[in-house]
């Protein structure tokens, strides 16, 4: 895989975070979106295509996550 230069991304914590330290963040990149701990932000992060990362986001509304 391709390395991505995140050191200009710009990051966005959800505004429902509460503030305990076990959020996530978002930044929207070029061609994808990148997702990376908090806690953690000179860590890995995780890239998706837009495609995959607007399923996940659908998929997330419409509660297919939840264990049953």
Same mark, same amino acid.
């Given at each position: 895989?391709?390395?991505? =230069?995140?050191?200009?991304?710009?990051?966005? +914590?959800?505004?429902?975070?509460?503030?305990?330290?076990? &959020?996530? $963040?978002?930044?929207?990149?070029? =061609?994808?979106?990148?997702?990376?701990?908090? +806690?953690?932000?000179?860590?890995p992060?995780?890239?998706? &295509?837009? $495609?995959?990362?607007?399923?996940?986001?659908?998929?997330?509304?419409?509660?297919q996550?939840?264990?049953?």
């Amino acid at each position: 895989m391709t390395s991505v =230069d995140l050191s200009r991304a710009q990051w966005k +914590k959800s505004t429902r975070s509460s503030g305990n330290g076990q &959020c996530v $963040e978002v930044a929207d990149l070029a =061609d994808a979106v990148a997702l990376r701990d908090s +806690k953690d932000p000179t860590g890995p992060a995780l890239l998706f &295509c837009r $495609e995959d990362w607007t399923s996940f986001l659908a998929g997330t509304k419409q509660d297919q996550f939840t264990r049953r």
